[in-house]
């Protein structure tokens, strides 16, 4: 099938110069949950109408098509003269031998299976349009009906009295013959209130041919919900997070309050999975059996291995977490961290690009960028690797069963050998020998005679 999205409106009441096809959902512009949809149907041809926004819709059409290996066409609607019109840019891209799918790139919600329903009922000889019954349909076209086949569909603005009454609405997405649509787009007419070119007046046509006009229904009302303001896309983003959190309530994930969770991307969680409230995923997360995560937490990007516990207030991007591992609170674990089986990572620590081996410790107040941490090692409080030296990044390598004292400054490039000891408050500049005592700290003295300074009377 060829499927045409219609993404060229300004979007007045959003308030924002961003185009409102690019406004994020769960993490993502509500035009890619359109793009992402119509291509879990295998469409031959894929085209998106573009006006308002200038480049910054194509672009981002571009970047996705690059990243999926999609083939996405992009179409200027200018000026902008109705959704008909919008319709009509994307023909000379159209395949006659397939129907044509018309979705919408405000609507993010719409699942591929009630999409698969609509174009089951169109077949290759109908016209489908997906409607909805709604109790306050002010606004919509509705769909008007005589012996119980629809015959067309009135716009809010040109309905009489008995036809606003009527609560089955288009939602605008039709499955439509191709050959019959180039024929029906080249003879419409803008004689309307809005004075435009609406693409509802084929259906009028479709039953003066004789090709039949038929409906699907969505799962959902949610599913045909458009974003035209702030507090439409608010409402739509929870009831998007709802969906997920419910599915995995279902998949047996215990969510302490399934109305605050956000999922920006994918979560992929194992048995016994614990989320409490607050917590963000971004990207693709990972959570093995038996992992919690603490409240107000942001995940990205991130794999935590069976039984580790996240505590409250973890920031955890880009990075591995090794079983039974326990982190935070307050913990950050950057990008390239991985860390083995039953690793500590305590409040305010900080690890960056570093490799930590199985059962080594870093409790509280540390820094450890740019190291490889072998096992059983513990770090102090108030630890720094001092990788950067204001150009390049050095590594540290800390040996099995090292034990870090307290404020201790490890100036890279720089090794600690297995079983070594540093104690508290040294700098270390060069190689810390095996299973030996390293120490840097200046002699203590006590001066005999000192005083405090006192404040000058004035």
């Not at 002010?138 to 629809?150: D, H, K, Q, T």
Request: charged share 20%; aromatic share 4%.
């Amino acid at each position: 099938m060829n499927v045409v999205i219609l993404a060229a409106g300004m979007g007045k009441r959003m308030q924002s110069a961003l185009p409102k096809v690019l406004h994020p959902l769960a993490g993502k512009p509500l035009l890619r949950h359109v793009i992402d949809t119509a291509s879990s149907l295998s469409p031959s041809k894929l085209c998106v109408i573009y006006g308002h926004g200038g480049a910054a819709v194509p672009e981002m059409v571009g970047k996705l098509a690059e990243q999926t290996g999609t083939q996405i066409d992009t179409a200027l609607q200018q000026p902008q003269l109705g959704t008909g019109h919008a319709v009509m840019q994307a023909v000379p891209q159209l395949d006659e031998s397939v129907p044509t799918l018309v979705l919408y790139g405000d609507v993010p919600l719409t699942t591929s299976a009630s999409l698969g329903r609509l174009v089951e009922a169109a077949g290759t000889d109908k016209l489908a349009i997906l409607t909805v019954e709604q109790a306050n349909p002010f606004g919509l076209g509705r769909i008007v009906r005589e012996n119980g086949s629809i015959v067309r569909i009135v716009e809010e603005k040109d309905a009489s009295e008995a036809e606003r009454a009527i609560r089955e609405i288009n939602s605008g997405i039709m499955c439509i013959p191709t050959a019959h649509l180039k024929r029906w787009l080249a003879t419409l007419s803008n004689n309307n209130a809005q004075g435009e070119y609406y693409l509802t007046d084929i259906v009028a046509q479709a039953v003066a041919d004789g090709v039949p006009v038929v409906s699907a229904q969505p799962s959902a009302e949610w599913e045909v919900a458009g974003v035209n303001s702030k507090v439409q896309l608010a409402e739509l983003e929870r009831r998007h997070q709802l969906n997920i959190a419910n599915a995995l309530l279902e998949k047996g994930v215990t969510l302490m309050d399934p109305a605050r969770i956000d999922v920006r991307g994918e979560l992929v969680c194992g048995r016994d999975v614990v989320i409490d409230v607050g917590c963000v995923f971004e990207g693709r997360v990972e959570l093995a059996d038996g992992v919690t995560v603490g409240p107000h937490c942001v995940l990205v990007n991130a794999k935590i291995g069976a039984g580790a516990q996240i505590k409250p207030f973890c920031h955890i991007e880009d990075a591995v977490v090794g079983d039974k591992s326990q982190i935070g609170p307050y913990a950050r674990l950057r990008p390239g961290t991985e860390l083995g089986e039953d690793v500590h990572v305590g409040n305010f620590v900080e690890i960056k690009n570093s490799q930590v081996a199985a059962h080594s410790k870093a409790n509280h107040l540390a820094y450890v960028g740019d190291a490889t941490v072998g096992s059983r090692v513990n770090i102090g409080a108030g630890t720094i690797t001092c990788n950067y030296d204001g150009a390049n990044k050095f590594r540290t390598v800390i040996e099995d069963d090292a034990f870090i004292g307290s404020d201790s400054q490890l100036v890279a490039p720089v090794t600690v050998g297995k079983g070594a000891t540093l104690g508290a408050g040294t700098t270390l500049t060069k190689d810390a020998p095996a299973g030996k005592l390293t120490i840097s700290r200046p002699k203590q003295m006590t001066i005999e005679g000192w005083s405090r300074p006192v404040k000058t009377k004035k």
